[in-house]
Each structure stands twice: as structure tokens, then as C-alpha cells.
Nanobody
Framework: QVQLVESGGGLVQAGGSLRLSCAASGTIVRIAAMGWYRQAPGKARELVATITSGGSTNIADSVKGRFTISRDNAKNTVYLQMNSLKPEDTAVYYC??????????????WGQGTQVTVSS
């Protein structure tokens, strides 16, 4: 079993900042990549940012220059620093991990989501 526990969401005014955290726990053998996706009401879930175990990142154009993804491999934790937030960043943010568990095949796992609301 694996758990992805997210924290750091909340309500912030436009121009403000938030930092999301996601910690993976369980019988984890290896985490290939972790990342963040978001889903706004009435819209499809979209990629925000991902980071591999080697530190390679993929950032959505809509947040490039404002959001930064980082990772602590020793803690199996990924962070999303969100600056200069805009109302259109309002969404439920989901943590995602591509990992292998002991005696299990590699698979994709999701957190429960954390709400980020940016007021204008």
C-alpha cells in the first residue's frame, strides 16, 4: 500500500503565494517521478509540473516562471512553490507519483487532492 498525503492548500489573494507538499509513504522501492496536476470546476485535469528522481522537470506553460517544483528524495516528498497566484489557478491540486512498491509492479498513484482558491 502507498499513501500520498498532500498539504498546503488554502485561500490566498491574487499575487500571493502558497507552497504545497506531498509525502509518499508505504513499502516504496523506488519513485521514478512525482508531480502535480490540477482540476478546476468543469474542466479536465491538467498537468502542472513533474520532477524525476534525477531532478528533471516539466512545467506547464501556464505556470512557468511562477511555479517551482522540487523534491526531497530522502523524504519521498515533492513540493510545489506557487508565486504570483492568479484567480485562474483556482483548482483542486492532486499529487501524483510514478513508483514501485515491494513485490508490486510499477504504477501511478494519486493523492486525495488539496483545494487552492485564489481570490481577485
Amino acid at each position: 500500500q502507498v499513501q500520498l498525503v498532500e498539504s498546503g492548500g488554502g485561500l490566498v489573494q491574487a499575487g500571493g503565494s502558497l507552497r504545497l507538499s506531498c509525502a509518499a509513504s508505504g513499502t516504496i522501492v523506488r519513485i521514478a517521478a512525482m508531480g502535480w496536476y490540477r482540476q478546476a470546476p468543469g474542466k479536465a485535469r491538467e498537468l502542472v509540473a513533474t520532477i524525476t528522481s534525477g531532478g528533471s522537470t516539466n512545467i506547464a506553460d501556464s505556470v512557468k516562471g511562477r511555479f517551482t517544483i522540487s523534491r526531497d528524495n530522502a523524504k519521498n516528498t515533492v513540493y510545489l512553490q506557487m508565486n504570483s497566484l492568479k484567480p485562474e489557478d483556482t483548482a483542486v491540486y492532486y499529487c501524483n507519483a510514478d513508483l514501485s512498491l515491494l513485490l508490486r509492479n510499477r504504477n501511478i498513484y494519486w493523492g486525495q487532492g488539496t483545494q487552492v482558491t485564489v481570490s481577485s
